[in-house]
């Protein structure tokens, strides 16, 4: 039987272009042995929550560098948990202010990352993560 | 795997058919279960395959063509399996197919599933064809499956679809290149996309010939100087299919040329089912099917049975020039018979 693998969606929700972190992440993921499912640009909440559904993905990573977390990602977490994919681990990375990371915890992300962040780290916490849920 | 998922499935509830796709995909027993369960209800989708070089614009010829299909009066729902490669080193991938076809996602007649290849060959993962059966007994009328962007010789998707489309660009090589075996030669449509590009009309031109060569009453051009004129009889003419691949040009990205393409896809349904051929190609295909499920499990029947040490001493002689492993083979056979005495 061959190991389960992680799959992973790498996604950028909402109106900024910046995807370098976002294929920088997805790199260092799949180095790490894992499938990274990759949605492009400009995403809804509805086409994320599509695409995880579609993909049966076990971990979510959000890259928003616009200032618009505090919108995007609970509704983000809200269609999940509408599809029935409460069993989604959601990581957020990019620029976000210390003052919201309290707040996006508690409403059901795993954990934030911000710039120069050791993509190890990255891979460990989603090996983490996932294994718990399992 | 529960019955009530395989009916929630059936009922066409994605999560479930998402989940059934994962256990098929890892070939655990529920996996296999699921398959089981569903197969009656197999047969009926139009498995429509795309290959061709990287880049040459699959996956968003795949975007069009699923929109094309989906906008016909009776709103087939259409699946598409994009199969990417896995890396050789680390076992990882990236599944970027999706990025093209951001314009299907807002539609749930649609479903879109991203496969890695998982080491396996032939432009295909090991378990696509079984993956198809699950949107087969969903109700997908369409499956479309885009292959690993293919060299010369990824060709199983022969075996696996019942339209197989190679998609081609201008400027891939000489007219040398459209005669040698291989892609080419599977083709039941041949596209020439992005052939606003410069050379599309050349491309077309050689792709042409190419196919005259092979059937002799065939004109596309050349008149009395035309290929087809010179080339040695062949035994069955035309060819027994009686189908003669199509050359399109397609702009995928405008979708230009996508509604000729998926007429042809019509055509070439109503053909197979006419001359038989629709049948013929599934007994095909369920002989390859048996067979490599025939290899996989023999090796793991025989690879549960050899000791771990037995198998090493033996790699060691080979490895110290004492054994050839054709005569390797023959011991690790022979050790499993006397095992079993």
Not at chain 2, 243 to 250: D, E, F, M, Q, R
Not at chain 2, 268 to 294: F, N, Y
């Amino acid at each position: 039987m061959p190991e389960k693998k992680i799959r992973v969606l790498v996604a950028k929700p909402g109106l900024d272009g910046h995807d370098r972190g976002a294929k920088v992440v997805a790199r260092a993921l799949r180095d790490d042995g894992m499938e990274v499912i990759y949605t492009g640009l400009r995403q809804t909440p509805e086409m994320i929550a599509e695409a995880a559904l579609q993909e049966d993905v076990d971990v979510v990573g959000l890259s928003i560098l616009s200032g618009a977390h505090n919108a995007l990602v609970p509704q983000i977490i809200q269609e999940l948990k509408a599809n029935g994919q409460d069993n989604i681990v959601v990581f957020l990375g990019g620029i976000i202010p210390e003052d919201d990371i309290d707040g996006l915890l508690k409403q059901g992300v795993h954990k934030v990352y911000g710039p120069g962040t050791d993509t190890r780290e990255v891979c460990k916490d989603i090996r983490e993560a996932v294994s718990a849920e399992a | 795997m529960p019955a009530e998922q395989i009916s929630e499935l059936r009922k066409g509830n994605r999560l479930a058919l998402s989940r059934v796709l994962s256990q098929i995909e890892a070939g655990t027993a529920k996996g296999d279960q699921a398959l089981e369960a569903l197969f009656p209800y197999t047969g009926q989708a139009h498995k429509i395959g795309i290959t061709g070089p990287p880049g040459s614009g699959k996956s968003t010829l795949v975007n069009a063509l699923a929109r094309q299909l989906r906008a016909l009066e009776s709103h087939p729902k259409v699946a598409i399996i994009a199969v990417d490669p896995t890396s050789p080193f680390t076992g990882g991938a990236i599944l970027g197919d999706r990025v093209r076809m951001q314009d299907l996602q807002g539609d749930k007649g649609i479903f879109i599933r991203s496969m890695a290849s998982r080491g396996a060959l032939g432009g295909l993962a090991a378990q696509t064809e079984m993956m198809s059966q699950a949107f087969d007994a969903a109700g997908y009328e369409y499956i479309i499956i885009e292959t690993v962007g293919a060299g010369q010789s990824e060709v199983d998707i022969v075996n696996l679809a019942h339209t197989t489309i190679v998609v081609d660009v201008p400027g891939m090589g000489d007219d040398i290149q459209s005669i040698k075996a291989g892609i080419l030669e599977i083709a039941d449509i041949l596209v020439v996309n992005k052939s606003d590009q410069l050379g599309a009309d050349q491309s077309v031109k050689h792709l042409q010939n190419m196919i005259a060569m092979g059937y002799r009453g065939l004109r596309y051009a050349g008149g009395k100087h035309r290929l087809s004129a010179t080339m040695p009889q062949k035994q069955d003419e035309p060819e027994p299919s009686g189908w003669i691949p199509p050359v399109l040009k397609t702009i995928a990205f405008d979708g230009t040329g996508v509604d000729k393409l998926a007429e042809e896809i019509f055509k070439h349904g109503k053909h197979l089912k006419e001359t038989g051929l629709w049948t013929e190609k599934a007994e095909a295909a369920i002989t390859e099917t048996l067979r490599k499920l025939m290899i996989s499990t023999l090796y793991k029947q025989w690879r549960q049975a050899m000791p771990e040490k037995e198998l090493e001493n033996i790699i060691n002689q080979v490895l110290e020039r004492n054994l050839h492993p054709h005569q390797a083979i023959q011991q690790l056979l022979s050790y499993n018979k006397n095992t079993k005495q």
